[in-house]
Structure formats: C-alpha cells, structure tokens
C-alpha cells in the first residue's frame, strides 16, 4: 500500500512548505490572513480565543492579566514581548505571554516584567 507523503512529513516541515507557499502567492497569503482573522472572531465569540491557534489579541492577554491593553502594546513596543501583526490586530503567543509574567524571584509581583516598578 503506497505510504502517504503528507502523513510522513513532520510538523516542521510542512509548516515551512505553507511559510513557502504563503511568501510565494500573494492570493493565497490574503485568503490565509482572512481565515486567521475569521478563526480568531469565532474563537472570541465562542469565549474560547486562543485555543487553536495558541494566539491572544492584546485585549485578550491584557483581560487575562488584569491589566491595560497598553502595557501589553508597550511590552511588545519595547521588545520585551514579541507581537505578530496578523491583518491589522496584535496577537502575543500564549506560551510566551505565560513564560513573561512568571515570578523571577521569590518576593517578586507576578504578572509584571523587571523594571516596571
């Protein structure tokens, strides 16, 4: 039985054969970036953002921190956060929105990067 090619390939790779094909045909980078932003409309409607794409918009991650979507703009700013521009909203990953706000020391407020206070 003929192995299917797809199945074999790893996770890797085929995102870097989608990164490929997104760089190559400007059309189909548009119709991906509008299923993102549909995906992430229906996920926030659903009270679920962020699930299957492992991705918050600022108001999000802020609502989730307890603090002002501009603290998380201005980490992003500040290149203590990374951002990714997907259309014309700020998403943060989740994983590293939770990897910030981890204390650093004991005593140390939860939730705010060094140099903040």
């Not at 951002?83 to 700020?90: A, D, N, Q």
């Not at 204390?103 to 939730?111: F, L, T």
């Amino acid at each position: 039985m003929p192995r299917n090619s797809k199945a074999d390939k790893s996770k890797e790779q085929l995102l870097a054969e989608l990164a490929r094909l997104l760089d190559e045909d400007a059309d189909l980078r548009a119709r991906a970036v509008d299923w993102l932003q549909a995906k992430a409309e229906e996920e926030e409607a659903q009270g679920k953002p962020g699930q299957i794409l492992g991705y918050l918009t600022v108001q999000q991650a802020a609502a989730d921190l307890g603090i002002h979507p501009h603290t998380i703009r201005s980490w992003v700013r500040e290149g203590k956060l990374p951002g990714y521009t997907i259309g014309k909203r700020l998403y943060v990953k989740v994983a590293e929105l939770q990897a910030m706000v981890q204390p650093w020391e004991p005593g140390e407020q939860v939730g705010l990067p060094k140099g903040l206070l």
